[in-house]
């Protein structure tokens, strides 16, 4: 094993970046002390977080995945705006003696992630800079930038009723699987379809490509705080009310029912695991769905005469008023937050 403070930055950056492809966009990449890059259109940019104990522990951490999944939940910020990805600016933060190798497979995950995007929506995302430092716990905090042209972001703020509601990627299967996790299972050893919920969890993959068929979206957000809470911020800056209709989203349940029955067994023989026993598999399938968060499924509004394309499904429509319901039913907003507000 080889600890990080053996070495010096320089040499641990040349190493990590190893397979970070190149873009005719990029000036000045890593190396000095700022990126130079040339964007096609207007500058979109995002940041987010990995925090140690907040968003992923050591029980389950796995370096690549972790890597995937940070460069996932920005890349889907970027998408959401209607954006095509620039470049990611990648600060890690680590023990001072974590193996190099570690920090080698979370870039790894990083670069496959971007590449994965980048083949999807035909472009190249690179990293184009970051920094790296020592701290007791591991943060990966990733700043991603996309360029718009200058009319086309896609807002949370225009969704009219008479539109349709459509979701490309899906929704509860993040949550399935981190209740999954803190129910003892690992990927590899539990049952291929339980494995695959966690998967989901550990590295989520954003349904980049549907982006293409989208077509003149209103509104677009990414579900990254779970369905009801993003759509209640879509509901919020759209003066719009949204109703989710339940016989559409049971191709999105009915997967978990497995994952729920697993859980609730669970739960009944003492696992830390939440809600409580007296729930029946569907209830709490469809509360992952309705809730959960981490997939970065895209959630965007349309009128009915312009469906979006493959990848695409519809799940409710936009009304008048100013909650989202479930065929009629208000739904509470418990997604995630970090506050709890």
């Known amino acids: 094993m080889t600890r990080l403070s053996e070495l010096g930055e320089s040499h641990i950056i040349s190493r990590v ?9 990029v000036i000045v990449g890593p190396g000095d002390d700022a990126a130079v890059t040339a964007p096609n259109g207007r500058l979109v940019s995002t940041a987010d977080m990995l925090v140690e104990n907040e968003d992923f522990t050591r029980d389950w951490l796995d370096w690549e995945l972790l890597g995937r999944k940070a460069a996932a939940q920005n890349l ?10 620039h470049g990611l600016l990648v600060s890690l933060a680590v023990p001072a003696d974590t193996d190099i190798a570690s920090v080698e497979a979370l870039y790894s995950g990083l670069i496959a992630e971007a590449e994965r995007a980048g083949d999807e929506l035909e472009c190249t995302v690179p990293i184009i800079g970051g920094d790296l430092s020592s701290a007791g716990l591991i943060v990966v905090a990733i700043t991603a930038l996309g360029t718009v042209g200058e009319t086309s972001a896609i807002l949370r703020s225009g969704a009219q009723p008479g539109d349709s509601l459509y979701l490309a990627g899906t929704v509860g299967r993040a949550a399935a699987g981190l209740d999954l996790l803190f129910a003892g299972l690992r990927p590899g050893t539990a049952p291929p379809e339980l494995s695959a919920l966690i998967t989901t969890q550990l590295a989520p993959r954003p349904d980049y490509g549907a982006l293409l068929t989208l077509g003149a979206a209103s509104a677009m957000i990414d579900v990254s705080d779970g369905l009801s809470t993003d759509l209640a911020r879509i509901a919020a800056a759209s003066g719009v009310g949204i109703d989710l209709d339940r016989a559409l989203l049971q191709e999105l349940i009915d997967p978990l029912l497995p994952a729920a029955e697993y859980v609730i067994a669970a739960r009944a023989d003492g696992a830390e695991v939440a809600p409580g026993p ?3 598999a569907d209830e709490l399938a469809q509360s992952w769905v309705l809730d959960g968060g981490e997939d970065h499924g895209f959630a965007a509004s349309a009128l009915s005469s312009q469906c979006p394309g493959v990848g695409w499904r519809r799940i409710g429509e936009i009304r008048t008023g100013d909650d989202v319901s479930l065929d009629g039913t208000p739904v509470p907003t418990s997604g995630f937050s970090h506050f709890g507000k």
């Open 76 to 85: 889907a910020d970027v998408c959401a705006m209607g954006a095509l990805p």
């Open 278 to 280: 007296t729930v029946t």
């Open 17 to 25: 970046l190893t397979g970070n492809p190149t873009s005719g966009n």
